[in-house]
């Protein structure tokens, strides 16, 4: 037994050394892949910002805006008038709609909207943006503004979170 004692030492200290060597040499890959990936997310997601950045000035990014607001409404500002509702217009009319708003701050869509709109506009906006789109003397958002108010609340938090990751 007394003879054996150094093997067994020898033995405990070369499965220590193996065991150190496996599990510490896996540790480092992982925390070094975890980081990697939370960079590539990072990026990738900042690369996306960018890119609605430059979208963001066109007429297509304002016409796509304001069908969101026609269908899911509005709750993000503070206005006399209070929040709006989505659905005040049906989701097929809404594009068309949009197109009329789009005109109010001298835009165009691509395609001509139906003569319709501009009375669907009046039955159902107006009474709140008013028939010039002005909105009431500000107790409602103006439309006729060439960016509205929620594209250029976009923009800042576009442009923070890029400066941010840089
Ligand atoms: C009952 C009143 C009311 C009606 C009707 C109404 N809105 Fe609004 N609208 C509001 C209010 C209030 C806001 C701002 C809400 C907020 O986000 O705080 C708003 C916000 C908006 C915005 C965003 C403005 C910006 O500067 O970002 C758009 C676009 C808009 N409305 C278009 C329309 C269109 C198009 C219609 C008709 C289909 C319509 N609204 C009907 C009250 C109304």
């Known amino acids: 037994m007394q003879k054996s004692l150094p093997y067994l030492a020898i033995l405990i200290v070369l499965i220590y ?4 060597a496996k599990f510490r040499h896996v540790k480092k890959i992982e925390t070094k892949t975890v980081s ?3 960079k590539h997310i990072k990026e990738h997601t900042t690369s996306h ?12 990014y304002a016409r796509q805006y304001i069908i969101n607001v ?4 509005s709750k993000q500002f ?3 008038g209070g929040e709006m ?3 005040f217009a049906s989701k097929k009319d809404a594009p068309k709609i949009a197109c009329y708003v789009l005109e109010l701050s001298g835009k165009q869509c691509k395609e001509p909207y139906p003569k319709d709109a501009a ?3 009046s039955s159902i906006c107006a009474g709140c943006h008013g028939d010039d789109g002005k909105g009431l003397g500000g107790t409602y958002p103006d439309l006729t503004k060439s960016k509205l108010l929620g594209i250029e609340k976009r923009e ?3 442009k923070s979170m890029i400066t941010r990751s840089k």
């Open 156 to 158: 800042m938090f576009l």
């Open 17 to 20: 050394a193996i065991y150190n």
């Open 49 to 60: 910002y960018e890119e609605e950045l430059l979208k963001l000035q066109t007429t297509q």
């Open 70 to 73: 026609i269908n899911h409404g």
């Open 85 to 87: 509702e989505g659905g």
């Open 36 to 38: 990697n990936y939370t």
């Open 119 to 121: 009375m669907f506009y």
């Open 78 to 80: 503070d206005f006399k």
